[in-house]
């Protein structure tokens, strides 16, 4: 667990006892429903539980090579554990609600966006925003294309393959995906809203967990060919932007710096917050443009971009197999991907997500990105179920840094999702 090469081989060892001490205590107790109530018993049991998932996905051969390793594991095996009565349902209740109501996703993505966009050379900022539309429009084609041509091989029709599979699938998720979807639809189509919905939710479900393998799988992709990955660039890269990663690089970080850049991505949650009661639009899709534009135009001193990007490179260190663990729990049900599994339902899901691979790699290698980070931003961050599916992807993918450009896959993509809906309804009429 530590790596500093002051520390004596003794205090490892004397560490890492402490450390499973520590682990100990913390799942005893919360076997024996003795957890603590509030941030202090969620984070505590997410830790642990993450660190343990972590680890052992990382040394399962298999998992760790073709799967995305501990992400994966740290998802399913949550979901898992603390859904099958293992451990007492109180503490999933507790983990959900930190998860949820706690604002711990939005603490988290708004750290990862500030931090990265800030960290970012403002050249490859410009041009990667001009660009980077047209790349989710080629994956958005490519995967109603592939689920309609399978789904009507299959027999389930072009149309309703795409309708009930395709466009909930590319749609940014439950809450700003499916749930509008299903208004929308319900009110100019045959279906009921609990039809519509027993077709989408399963759709999302098993895309996301697709999503999340196909991550691990793009790379390990790019280890075996590494002219298609940037290894989290997402443009094409040059001297200027390395030599300016390795300046920030090269820059020690405080414990002052750390909290500066705490404070800095929660002001601009807050921003996008209020921005967002006054403008029709996701707080995450605003706070990115915002922040964006504030890089763009210089208006914050280097030193501050350099906390702000300090913070992201702690948070994604120590809080993201607990985030993984409250996606887990909060948003995986297990249960719900299972029932769904039969072949026809699978192989329309698994080509939709295809689709929005091939389709983005293709167009992002023709915009100048690279494909492999291409396919993961605005493939499978459109495919996967929102925010939370976002980190899971990028953290399969070992490319945490290009959350900014998942969040405007999600946001702004899923929007345009619900645009194109509308419009194919309307025309149909």
């Known amino acids: 667990m530590f790596t500093n090469d002051v520390i004596t081989i003794k205090d490892k060892r004397t560490i890492n006892i402490i ?6 205590v913390i799942l005893f107790a919360t076997i024996q429903n003795k957890m603590p109530p509030g941030i202090i018993g969620a984070i505590g049991v997410m830790t642990v539980v993450g660190y343990i998932l972590n680890v052992l996905g990382n040394k399962t ?44 996703l939005s603490f988290f993505i708004a750290s990862l966006v500030t931090g990265s966009i800030l960290g970012m050379d403002t050249n490859v900022l410009k041009k990667a925003a001009l660009k980077y539309i047209p790349v989710i429009l080629g994956g958005v084609i490519c995967a109603f294309l592939f689920a309609g041509l399978v789904g009507s091989v299959l027999g389930e029709g072009f149309f309703e393959s795409v309708m009930l599979i395709a466009l909930p699938i590319m749609g940014g998720g439950m809450g700003a995906g499916a749930v509008p979807l299903v208004e929308i639809m319900s009110g100019n189509s045959s279906m009921s809203a609990e039809m519509l919905m027993s077709k989408m939710v399963p759709a999302l479900a098993i895309g996301n967990a697709i999503a999340i393998v196909m991550a691990g799988l793009l790379d390990k992709l790019g280890k075996f060919y590494p002219s298609l990955t940037g290894n989290g660039q997402l443009m094409r890269s040059t001297g200027e932007v390395q030599s300016e990663d390795e300046e920030k690089q090269e820059q020690p970080i405080s414990i002052n710096i750390l909290g500066i850049g ?103 290698r023709l915009m100048g990105f690279h494909p492999i980070e291409a396919a993961l931003t605005a493939g499978l961050c459109m495919a996967n179920m929102g925010g939370t599916g976002d980190v899971a992807v990028l953290a399969a993918s070992k490319r945490m840094e290009l959350m900014p450009f998942a969040q405007i896959s999600s946001r702004i993509g899923g929007a345009f999702m619900l645009i194109l809906a509308t419009l194919i309804l309307e025309m149909l009429k």
Do not use: C
């Open 61 to 104: 051969p298999i998992v760790s090579q073709f799967f995305g390793g501990g992400a994966i594991v740290i998802i399913f095996g949550s979901s898992y554990i603390f859904h099958s009565g293992i451990i007492p349902h109180e503490t999933a209740g507790t983990i959900t609600t930190f998860v949820k109501d706690g604002g711990f």
């Open 19 to 24: 450390f499973a001490l520590s682990a100990a």
């Open 262 to 364: 705490a404070l800095l991505a929660i002001t601009m949650y807050f921003v996008g917050t209020m921005l967002s009661s006054v403008i029709n639009m996701h707080t995450y899709a605003l706070m990115i443009i915002f922040v964006a534009l504030v890089k763009v135009m210089g208006f914050i001193p280097r030193e501050l971009e350099k906390a702000a990007h300090g913070w992201y490179q702690f948070v994604v260190d120590n809080l993201t197999p607990a985030l993984l663990v409250g996606i887990g729990v909060a948003y995986t049900d297990l249960n719900q991907i299972i029932a769904s599994l039969n072949l026809v339902y699978f192989l329309m899901v698994f080509a939709t997500v295809l689709g929005a691979i091939i389709g983005t790699a293709i167009v992002g």
